[in-house]
């Protein structure tokens, strides 16, 4: 058995708050300036390229990407090795989450209740997502959720005899009204099968993949190939201003179903689709 500390875990929660939304992840980089050679809007080129430059200065200054730096959702999976010492792992990620968010100077976007609507000061509670593995290790994806782009989510529960074209339509349709609220060029989380709930969790955990690296089955995989090009043809483009890069990448994440069920979600993302990786 193997102990870890709570403060440990309280530490590096705060650095991921920090690190998360103040610096743009690689693939996120390299799939902008791609998207500069590609666009074929000349306005919409200028547009990515003044997201570049914003990601540039918000790397260089250790300052926000954006205003809203969301709310915060974790992805953690838990050792059967590992005992927390200390504090609960809740109490300890959200510890982090308050130093991060009051220290890094990071906006505190969230309501102690939905509708008396009074701040918390601090971001937290944060949204938790556990998952139990084998092994002495601790895997902590911290992913900050801005609300321009989650607002425009949505979930659908597809009959099993709308099949593919069901949720083609259903997810294309859903970007298509988006529009331009979620700040494109947009990446686009989906889940398929499990229940209402489950679908989803595995379109917001779809969200912190790689955008480089396509679902391990071959037949989703080109799904996501097909929804991106029928996506990019929209014409919404970078901002809403138009032309050919409306969405950076689809990532596709499938759970088991029931036989009479087909429940597709779209967690819709902004161009940063922020997201940070820690291993203690």
Not at 223 to 249: C, F, S
């Amino acid at each position: 058995m193997r102990i870890i500390q709570s403060e440990t875990v309280t530490a590096a929660v705060r650095d991921m708050c920090i690190k998360a939304n103040c610096h743009i992840n690689d693939d996120i980089k390299r799939a902008l300036e791609s998207g500069v050679e590609t666009e074929k809007s000349e306005v919409s080129r200028g547009i990515l390229k003044n997201l570049l430059k914003n990601a540039e200065i918000a790397h260089s200054k250790e300052v926000p990407i954006c205003q809203d730096t969301g709310m915060a959702v974790f992805f953690i999976e838990i050792g059967n090795e590992i005992f927390i010492e200390g504090d609960t792992l809740t109490d300890a990620v959200n510890k982090g989450v308050s130093l991060g968010y009051t220290e890094g100077y990071l906006r505190k976007s969230v309501v102690a209740d939905p509708l008396e609507r009074v701040n918390t000061k601090d971001n937290t509670p944060a949204v938790i997502h556990y998952d139990f593995v084998k092994g002495d290790k601790l895997k902590i994806t911290f992913a900050p959720k801005g609300f321009g782009s989650e607002n425009k989510s949505a979930l659908k529960m597809l009959n099993p005899s709308d099949g593919m074209d069901g949720i083609v339509d259903f997810i294309v349709d859903t970007v298509r009204k988006a529009g331009a609220n979620p700040c494109p060029p947009m990446v686009i989380g989906v889940g398929i099968g499990g229940t209402m709930d489950k679908a989803a969790v595995l379109a917001k955990k779809a969200l912190t993949r790689d955008i480089n690296t396509s679902n391990e089955k071959p037949l989703y995989a080109d799904l996501e190939k097909k929804l991106l090009e029928k996506i990019n043809k929209l014409g919404i483009g970078p901002q809403g201003m138009g032309g050919t890069t409306t969405a950076l990448a689809v990532n596709i994440e499938t759970y088991p179903t029931h036989i009479a069920g087909l429940p597709v979600a779209v967690n819709i993302n902004c161009h940063a689709t922020r997201h940070a990786v820690t291993v203690i």
